[in-house]
């Protein structure tokens, strides 16, 4: 069964201040790591997709890395308008699963003045 | 391009009752699903469909019914509701497998 395990829970930051987000995984032949932002009351947004370990991908003030156990969303001098909850998912390869997206339950980011 | 629209946004129904949450995406993509998003779970997948005509259960498909006649819809029934289906729904498309989903802007449901 895939598993998703992302921490932390919530992380408050400055603005400037940069961090990381951990989304650990367990997947039977991975096809594929995304990260989504969800703001409240709004559906999930995507922002990346992974494949391959040592991938990363870039966007603005953010940055996702990919490694065989984990992935990591670097947010570099955040501000305010990044606050959010962002979302980890994993796609197997397992039978059965051709559209099954398996989410973490988030962390909360809250980026103030 | 509309994308993926969700119909109702709010809806709150009394044990028992039975409702149809709709969804329909502009973007042809094959693949559609449900998820529910319940705090500290996580979004869970209800049912999902590969094509026209063909639907399959998810992790939490009981107390839930899929149809899949056009690409284009795929509405979610609930049969008899109770409090324990009470959360919020969501509605994604992706044109693949393998691809990236996009979301409706949900449904939040409650059952009294």
């Known amino acids: 069964e895939d598993q998703v395990t992302q921490s932390p829970e919530a992380l408050r930051l400055q603005e400037g201040e940069s961090s990381s987000l951990n989304c650990s995984y367990t997947v039977s032949g991975l096809r594929g790591l995304f990260w989504y932002r969800q703001d409240p009351g709004k559906g999930p947004e995507f922002l990346f997709t992974?494949?391959?370990a040592g991938e990363e991908k870039e966007k603005e003030r953010l940055k996702a890395t990919l490694t065989k156990k984990e992935s990591f969303l670097h947010i570099t001098a955040p501000k305010p308008e990044d606050s959010a909850t962002y979302l980890c998912?994993?796609?197997?390869?397992?039978?059965?699963?051709?559209?099954?997206?398996?989410f973490g339950t988030g962390t909360r980011l809250q980026v103030t003045l | 391009n509309a994308g993926v629209t969700q119909t109702p946004k709010f809806q709150v129904l009394k044990t028992g009752q039975s409702m149809t949450l709709q969804c329909a995406q502009d973007m042809n993509h094959e693949y559609m699903s449900w998820y529910r998003q319940d705090p500290g779970m996580g979004l869970r997948l209800i049912h999902y469909?590969?094509?026209?005509?063909?639907?399959d259960q998810g992790e939490v498909p009981n107390g839930y019914n899929v149809s899949r006649s056009t690409t284009e819809d795929f509405p979610l029934r609930l049969l008899s509701a109770a409090p324990s289906q009470t959360s919020v729904y969501f509605c994604?498309?992706?044109?693949?497998?393998?691809?990236?989903?996009?979301f409706g802007q949900g449904t939040r449901l409650t059952v009294v």
């Open positions: 992974l494949y391959s």
């Open positions: 469909s590969v094509g026209a005509g063909i639907t």
């Open positions: 998912a994993v796609k197997g390869g397992g039978t059965g699963t051709a559209s099954k997206l398996t």
């Open positions: 994604a498309s992706s044109p693949r497998a393998q691809g990236r989903a996009f």
